[in-house]
């Protein structure tokens, strides 16, 4: 199974003491420069959220009660059986999904009171759609350093806006939102110097 269920292995993990997925402001052996990693055993579970999308219609969904939220328009997801899955491929063609898909999401605190929100299945979206993650975060949302970094399956984060602009990460005071652009599902978690 491609998308094997992440946080099970989380669990086992967390309770071996193990630091193996989950992300944090906090540095530990980065693997390049601007990634991170901890363990989510620091971290609080707030929620987590299934729904459906539908890809024949554009969509908001509610993630956390409402603290935070993602976008799709339609058509946006690349079918999972058929398309490919990693940092290589988020750009690549693929053929939309044309089925509904159930997703859940996650949503953790960190110790610092980042979020992090983590979805299953992992999925990728169609090169040129516009997914947009909402995520709440008062104090980020006033902090210019703030971004949102997506969180690899082996637990490291990295901003990727230094590979593609179009994700790059913004941010309303007014509304104390932090919200990019995102190519693909894993986790993501905003950092913030």
Known sequence: ???????HRLV????????LAGCSTDAVAPAQSGTSRVSLAT???????VFTYDPSVGQSYSLAGGA???????????????????????????????????????TYTDELGH???DFQPALRFVPGAEVVLYMKDKAASENPTAVIKWC??????????????????????????????????????????
Not at 12 to 18: D, H, I, N, P
Not at 43 to 49: D, E, G, I, P, R
Request: with cysteine.
């Open 1 to 7: 199974m491609r998308a094997c269920n992440r946080l």
């Open 12 to 19: 086992a993990t967390c309770a071996l003491g193990v630091v």
């Open 43 to 49: 971290a609080t579970l707030v929620n987590s959220t």
């Open 68 to 106: 935070h939220r993602i976008t799709f328009p339609s058509g946006a997801v690349c079918d999972p059986a058929l398309s490919t899955y990693g940092p290589t491929e988020w750009d690549k063609p693929c053929a939309p999904l044309v089925a509904p898909i159930a997703i859940t999401a996650t």
């Open 115 to 117: 979020p992090y929100i």
């Open 152 to 193: 690899g399956p082996d637990g490291a984060c990295v901003d990727e806006s230094a590979q593609s602009p179009a994700v790059v990460t913004r941010r309303d005071g007014n509304s104390g939102i932090v919200f990019r652009v995102i190519k693909h599902f894993s986790g993501y978690l905003i950092s913030a110097s």
